[in-house]
């Protein structure tokens, strides 16, 4: 059956470190794979979309890489805030880019 | 633009009532979704729609579920009759044909007596 799991329900991490956040799939042959930002009370927010032929996307302080061999997808966060606490969901489109199926998230709390 | 507008934020009912959801997506995007989300199975696709067309309903978990796009500006989700299990927070979210990313709205939290 096809599964998505993200490393673990909750991180902590010290200020200014870098927190790693990982997105496993089985049984998927996605053309993108996504990653969102979720505070409490609020919607999803988009923050980097990486498409298959793509080993690694950059944007400001978060990279993103995507392993097809391992099934694998990694989510960085360099210099952490605690402004970057959230629940971060990856995202994985199969057939259609349009249709997303999502992780459970990976709840972060950067400490100061 | 201010982004996906979702209506009521909060809904409260009892058993057996009638809801319906209020979705308006960001205007020029040709898609339109709805997810529900609850703690114990996270968020889930319910429907989606392409140029106010349903394209596939697969996640819609019973025929209590309901979705409608009469038009590009706005879409609903009723439930029919509603039932305490269906007590989660429904999101919509509309995305640009280009892009595959997905803009959210703010969400309905519904709570089902």
């Given at each position: 059956?096809?599964?998505?799991?993200?490393?673990?329900?909750?991180?902590?991490?010290?200020?200014?470190?870098?927190?790693t956040l990982t997105c496993n799939y089985?049984?998927?042959?996605?053309?993108?794979?996504?990653?969102?930002?979720?505070?409490?009370?609020?919607g999803p927010v988009f923050l980097l979309l990486i498409r298959e032929n793509e080993k690694e996307k950059r944007k400001e302080r978060l990279k993103v890489t995507f392993d097809t061999t391992l099934k694998q997808s990694l989510f960085h966060i360099t210099a952490s805030q605690p402004a970057d606490s959230a629940t971060y969901l990856c995202a994985i489109s199969s057939g259609s880019a349009r249709q997303l199926t999502f992780g459970s998230g990976t709840q972060l709390t950067v400490l100061p | 633009d201010a982004g996906v507008i979702q209506s009521p934020r909060h809904e409260v009912t009892e058993m057996g009532q009638e809801v319906t959801l209020r979705c308006k997506p960001i205007s020029g995007h040709d898609y339109l979704f709805w997810y529900r989300q609850t703690?114990?199975?996270?968020?889930?696709?319910?429907?989606?729609?392409?140029?106010?067309?349903?394209?596939?309903?697969?996640?819609?978990?019973?025929?209590?579920?309901?979705?409608?796009?009469?038009?590009?500006?706005?879409?609903?989700?009723?439930?029919?009759?509603?039932?305490?299990?269906?007590?989660?927070v429904y999101f919509c979210a509309s995305g640009a044909t280009r892009e595959g990313e997905q803009f959210f709205g703010p969400g309905t939290r519904l709570t089902v007596l």
């Open positions: 059956s096809q599964k998505i799991e993200q490393n673990s329900e909750a991180l902590n991490i010290q200020e200014g470190k870098t927190a089985t049984n998927y042959s996605p053309a993108y794979l996504q990653w969102y930002r979720q505070d409490p009370g609020r | 703690m114990m199975r996270g968020l889930e696709l319910l429907i989606y729609f392409n140029n106010n067309v349903p394209i596939d309903d697969s996640g819609m978990p019973e025929d209590r579920f309901s979705a409608k796009m009469p038009n590009a500006s706005f879409s609903t989700l009723k439930i029919q009759p509603s039932e305490p299990r269906d007590s989660a």
